[in-house]
């Protein structure tokens, strides 16, 4: 366990819903990342937040995905309209500002849309 | 730009005897350079990182990796594989610790 949580762990969701899932980095850990898997390849980079300020989003990220960090501590990952091409582990991890090349990542969210 | 190729997506190897799991990376600055292992339904941990310090990096459970510049390399090592090491194991760049790009993994069993 390195001390960043995700929920739900898992979500089944139907072809057109909404669906949000929530990361708890580490508590003092300033940055905040969030990536998508899919079966047999690596993490693939969405977005990160360092502290509230997102600061940098991936073309992956398209405009049905919005990630939010209201007050610097958990983040959101919602997805609208989700399509059958969403399902996937998505992944959160943190670090600190000054230790930014070591992140520490969450168990991960599978979404699997029917 | 940034990027990892994993040179084996599967490696097997008898249980004692020594694993090379083999990482070639692209980048336009001096890169960091990490191997993460993901062990069945459990998160991703980091094994060892290398972030322009010493060349060779020594990791958690034995494993260690040598930064490679004019190879452009950073493979993975460890001299004795246990059952515990069989996992996924992904190579991952970093420009300056902003975005951070992983291999497609390398899958290692180890035969009893």
Known sequence: DTGVSQDPRHKITKRGQNVTFRCDPISEHNRLYWYRQTLGQGPEFLTYFQNEAQLEKSRLLSDRFSAERPKGSFSTLEIQRTEQGDSAMYLCASSLRQHQETQYFGPGTRLLVL | ?112
């Not at chain 2, 350079?33 to 010493?54: C, E, I, M, R």
């Not at chain 2, 190879?71 to 246990?82: D, I, Q, R, W």
């Open chain 2, 1 to 112: 730009a940034q990027s990892v190729t994993q040179l084996d997506s599967h490696v097997s190897v008898s249980e004692g005897t020594p694993v090379l799991l083999r990482c070639n990376y692209s980048s336009s600055y001096s890169p960091s350079l990490f191997w993460y292992v993901q062990h069945p339904n459990k998160g991703l941990q980091l094994l060892l990182k290398y972030t322009s310090a010493a060349t060779l990096v020594k990791g958690i459970n034995g494993f260690e990796a040598e930064f490679k510049k004019s190879e452009t390399s950073f493979h993975l090592t460890k001299p004795s594989a246990h059952m515990s090491d069989a996992a996924e194991y992904f190579c991952v760049v970093s420009d300056l610790g902003n975005q951070f790009y992983f291999g497609t993994g390398t899958s290692l069993t180890v035969i009893p």
